[in-house]
C-alpha cells in the first residue's frame, strides 16, 4: 500500500501534468524525500518499511479478529497514506501541475 500509493500518486501527477509516463524521472515521494528534501536514503527506506510492516500487522490482526470490517478498514489504511502523499508533495512544491523538463 505505501508502494502503491507512491506509485499511482506520481502516475497520476504526470499524466495530469502531461508528462510522458513511460520516461525516466524523479517524481517518486521517495525520491523527492531523498534527492530535494535531503533525508537520508536509509532512513526514508525504514520509514516506508515499517509503515508498511505496521499496516501488514494491522491487516493480519484485524483478519484474526474482524474488529473492523474490511470495507471500513481499507480507507483507513489508504487516506492517510494518500494525505500524506498529497501534503508532502504540495509542502516541497512538487504539487504544481506545470510540466517539469525532464
Known sequence: SVYGVDSVGTIILRLIRKEN????????LYQDMTNI???S??????????????INALWLINFNYQFIPPVILIPLI?????WFYLWYKNKHQQLSFKRNPS
Request: aromatic share 10%.
Open 21 to 28: 509516463i513511460f520516461k525516466a524521472h524523479r517524481s517518486h
Open 37 to 39: 528534501v535531503g533525508h
Open 41 to 54: 536514503h536509509m532512513k526514508i527506506s525504514a520509514l516506508y518499511a515499517l509503515t508498511q510492516l505496521g
Open 78 to 82: 489508504f487516506i492517510p497514506l494518500i
